[in-house]
Nanobody, 115 residues
């Protein structure tokens, strides 16, 4: 079974940047629609961004203009570049991959933004 592994989280100050990574244990990400979701303390999990198989990207209004999702096919990795981080961005960030065989989630990486 495919496993997704997120990395890159950490503790940063308000205004800082972070880059999250998501890689599958097998297969190639270019055939996945890949998404980032997040769940803040006491909040429901929410969708953040998507990169489609054809490379089209979409973003939640709350992160548009600050976050950027991308895919490096050579590294078989999807990235979430986050800039101008604010305390409201504090959450566990999850990677979700979708292909014709199913839906796969990672275990998440913690991002904490201190004000």
């Amino acid at each position: 079974q495919v496993r997704l592994v997120e990395s890159g989280g950490g503790l940063v100050q308000s205004g800082a940047s972070l880059r999250l990574s998501c890689a599958p244990s097998s297969n190639t990400f270019r055939y996945y629609q890949t998404e980032w979701h997040r769940q803040g303390p006491g909040k429901q999990r929410e969708w953040v961004a998507t990169i489609a198989v054809d490379g089209t990207t979409t973003y939640a209004d709350t992160v548009k203009g600050r976050f950027s999702i991308s895919r490096d096919n050579a590294k078989n990795t999807v990235f979430l570049q986050m800039t101008s981080l604010a305390s409201e961005d504090t959450a566990v960030y999850y990677c979700r991959g979708v292909n014709t065989r199913g839906v796969y989630w990672g275990r998440g990486t913690q991002v904490t933004v201190s004000s």
